[in-house]
């Protein structure tokens, strides 16, 4: 049986359906690492003032490393640390990230509510995407323990694991992101990802950043 649902934003509609279809060839293909390199790369060198500028606010602001690594599931399942800005503060030795953030979170420090509402906190991933653990484009990866506990819950979760994860996504385009506070906000969440991995392609990546860019510039919905 196939279910449809509208997915619409300002900057890209898509009616996903979800059924058993492969996974489109493209993110798989030289194509889509040429694409994820190449701007990786220009992204970083852009904005690599931006990135020290970060990193020394958050030295200066906040004890603690700077930057917040965690091991995260990646393309076959296989684990890599990921690395992000830390927007939290560092109370004890035990990972302060595991549990979702939420909004008015305590966890997360005055200048890391900036980083995660404009999203900068994410730019240290473009390493990953750099030495090919992650895309720019694809389902974002989750701590490992939410992986395990919805896996069991939400049909066809571990289709996630065929492709690469990315920095951003269809879902977290389509108003898929933040917190999952039940199984349906995952599974909504699970079928824009599979819809991608069904239908990637180099335009649907560049309408994905399009709309990415825009949600950075005016969402205030991040936290």
């Not at 603690?64 to 599931?73: E, N």
């Not at 109370?91 to 939420?102: G, I, K, L, N, Y």
């Not at 895309?135 to 996630?160: C, K, T």
């Amino acid at each position: 049986m196939t279910r449809t649902s509208s997915v619409r934003s300002d900057w890209l509609r898509v009616e996903p359906r979800v059924q058993l279809k492969r996974v489109s060839s493209y993110v798989a293909s030289p194509t889509k690492r040429g694409f994820d390199f190449v701007l990786a790369l220009l992204i970083v060198m852009i904005l690599c003032p931006v990135m020290i500028v970060i990193a020394a606010v958050i030295k200066f602001t906040s004890p603690g490393p700077i930057l917040f690594r965690q091991i995260r599931y990646g393309a076959r399942q296989k684990a890599f640390p990921v690395y992000k800005f830390r927007s939290m503060e560092c109370r004890s030795a035990h990972d302060p990230e595991v549990r979702q953030a939420t909004p008015r979170d305590p966890r997360v420090t005055p200048f890391g509510r900036f980083l995660r509402r404009t999203s900068l906190d994410e730019l240290p991933q473009l390493i990953n995407v750099l030495r090919g653990e992650m895309s720019l484009i694809g389902p974002r990866p989750h701590a490992v323990a939410h992986d395990e506990f919805f896996m069991n819950r939400v049909p066809r979760y571990a289709r996630r694991f065929s492709v690469r994860p990315g920095i951003t996504g269809l879902a977290q385009v389509s108003g898929a992101r933040g917190e999952t506070r039940t199984d349906a906000d995952m599974k909504r969440r699970v079928d824009l990802d599979i819809y991608y991995i069904e239908n990637a392609s180099i335009l649907l990546d560049l309408k994905i950043l399009v709309a990415t860019a825009h949600e950075v510039l005016f969402s205030v919905d991040a936290y």
